[in-house]
């Protein structure tokens, strides 16, 4: 494999993991339901590691917040290459999931 080709695979893979510690922090949450502090850390760190592996995925992403009602509702943003149109896809978590839940799917 050439060098640009391996470099690529694996900042592929970072990503990869970045995300998939993401997902993980974000399950610790729900073990720290009686201690805020703790719960609050462990969804930083989700955040932290989405946000890290998003330019590193295939298709990258952007993180998105989007003010509404004196608030921010977090986003990704992930635009395959070429040309478009493309198709768009809109998944809305429910009230006990996260968007780190939708990395393959998304």
Known sequence: MQDWRMADARVRAAGGHLAQASLCFHLARFVFV??????RAAHAAAVRCLTAALPDLDPPGDRLEIPFEGAALAAVLRRPEGQGPHPVVLLVAGG??????????S
Not at 96 to 105: G, H, M
């Open 34 to 39: 009686l201690d805020s502090g703790q719960r």
């Open 96 to 105: 006990d999931s996260a968007k780190e839940e939708f990395r393959v799917l």
